[in-house]
Every structure is written in structure tokens, then in C-alpha cells.
């Protein structure tokens, strides 16, 4: 079981215990893998993202990366945030229907 029940801890547990090391190397050959998300409020995805490339790299599957292609959210106070702290190409949408 995780040591708590935070996001790297419990990522680390299904990453290490689990995943079989035939599952990560199949991740990792569709590597990057392409993330994208509705309703993102604050974008706390991204961090859920870092802590699997994290826990795949002590893993030793150093080639394993993800990339955010696209954010959906409606508040536009979050859109403002999502949009100052976007990394790369991330695309936002002002709405979940907006991806259509």
C-alpha cells in the first residue's frame, strides 16, 4: 500500500508495485503520452503528470514523458491561471463543449 495517500506516494506504490515492468516498457514505447482534461480548475493534472514520469524514471524508464495537449475549463478566473502557467503548446478551451 502507499506510504499516505498524496499523489507521488500513491503513484510511486502503482508505478513500483502495481505495474509489471513489461506494462512500464509498453508505456513507454508511446511515450510521450498525450494528457488532456475537462473541467481543469487549477491544472492539477500537470502535477499528477510529474509524479508518474517521476516514479517511471526511479523506475529506471528514463525515456518516459508526458505532454499537455489541451485544458477545458469554464471559470474564467482559472482559464486567466491555466493560461499564465501553461507549458509548451497546452491548448484552453473556455468550456468542456468548446472541445467539439
Not at 10 to 39: F, M, N, T
Not at 55 to 83: H, P, Q, W
Amino acid at each position: 500500500m502507499p506510504v499516505s495517500s498524496g499523489v507521488f506516494d500513491y503513484i510511486e506504490w502503482v508505478v513500483h508495485e502495481v505495474l509489471s515492468d513489461g506494462e512500464r516498457d509498453a508505456l513507454c514505447k508511446h511515450s510521450p503520452i498525450s494528457i488532456g482534461s475537462r473541467c481543469s480548475g487549477m491544472g492539477t493534472e500537470d502535477c499528477a503528470c510529474r509524479a508518474i514520469v517521476s516514479a517511471m524514471l526511479r523506475a529506471g524508464k528514463e525515456n518516459f514523458e508526458t505532454v499537455s495537449v489541451y485544458k477545458a475549463e469554464c471559470d474564467v478566473r482559472n482559464i486567466e491561471f491555466l493560461k499564465r502557467h501553461r507549458v509548451g503548446d497546452t491548448q484552453i478551451f473556455p468550456s468542456n463543449a468548446a472541445l467539439a
